[in-house]
């Protein structure tokens, strides 16, 4: 969902007008439980068909994670821009100048928490083999989510912001990185 196609991608900072348009649908004192009403049973804010996630790679993008997003069902990204809709969002980018919990940063984590549940229960991920059952640990998942995106992103983030292109550097000189190129 965040336009990461290869290894070296440096997560982006949302645009502003973005951030404009998701708080002109919801306050900051806007509480987990009305972002999951919005996100269960709430309209689209947006036309779904706006919402970017990008899966509009090249066919003859040869890179691991690119050859990957292929494998995911066209009714799960449906789904997905649905859900990303539901907020008013155009594509899904938390924003690392707010805090983790922000009502922003929230409702991207809510995103992230439903649709990845729904890929795996249907089966979407079958071809990578996971460990299903930590799904329905919800506490888990946020703390995984929360790591993830919030600290390892932020790390890349960070790195970047300080050094330009020192990100691409690294993956080019680290051999962990070379396997998904």
Request: charged share 15%.
């Given at each position: 969902?965040w336009?990461?196609?290869?290894?070296?991608?440096?997560?982006?900072?949302?645009k502003?007008?973005?951030?404009?348009?998701?708080?002109?649908?919801?306050?900051?004192?806007?509480?987990?439980?009305?972002?999951?009403?919005?996100?269960?049973?709430?309209?689209?804010?947006?036309?779904?068909?706006?919402?970017?996630?990008?899966?509009?790679?090249?066919l003859?993008t040869?890179?691991?994670?690119?050859?990957?997003?292929?494998?995911?069902?066209?009714?799960?990204?449906?789904?997905?821009?649905?859900?990303?809709?539901?907020?008013?969002?155009?594509?899904?980018?938390p924003?690392?100048?707010?805090?983790?919990?922000?009502?922003?940063?929230?409702?991207?984590?809510?995103?992230?928490?439903?649709?990845?549940?729904?890929?795996?229960?249907?089966?979407?991920?079958?071809?990578?083999?996971?460990?299903?059952?930590?799904?329905?640990?919800?506490?888990?998942?946020?703390?995984?989510?929360?790591?993830?995106?919030?600290?390892?992103?932020?790390?890349?983030?960070?790195?970047?912001?300080?050094?330009?292109?020192?990100?691409?550097?690294?993956?080019?000189?680290?051999?962990?990185?070379?396997?998904?190129?």
């Amino acid at each position: 969902m965040w336009r990461h196609v290869d290894a070296n991608g440096v997560p982006p900072s949302p645009k502003p007008e973005y951030i404009a348009a998701f708080k002109a649908y919801f306050t900051n004192d806007a509480t987990n439980e009305q972002l999951i009403q919005g996100l269960n049973h709430g309209p689209e804010l947006i036309d779904s068909s706006l919402v970017c996630i990008g899966i509009s790679i090249s066919l003859a993008t040869r890179k691991k994670i690119a050859n990957d997003i292929k494998l995911v069902e066209e009714f799960i990204l449906e789904y997905i821009h649905s859900c990303i809709a539901k907020f008013g969002l155009v594509h899904w980018c938390p924003d690392f100048n707010q805090t983790v919990y922000s009502v922003y940063n929230s409702a991207c984590c809510l995103i992230t928490l439903n649709t990845f549940k729904q890929v795996l229960i249907c089966y979407a991920y079958d071809y990578l083999s996971p460990v299903t059952h930590y799904a329905q640990d919800m506490i888990f998942m946020t703390k995984l989510y929360d790591h993830f995106v919030h600290y390892c992103m932020y790390q890349i983030f960070k790195m970047e912001c300080r050094h330009p292109e020192s990100v691409q550097e690294m993956s080019e000189t680290n051999p962990q990185y070379q396997n998904y190129k």
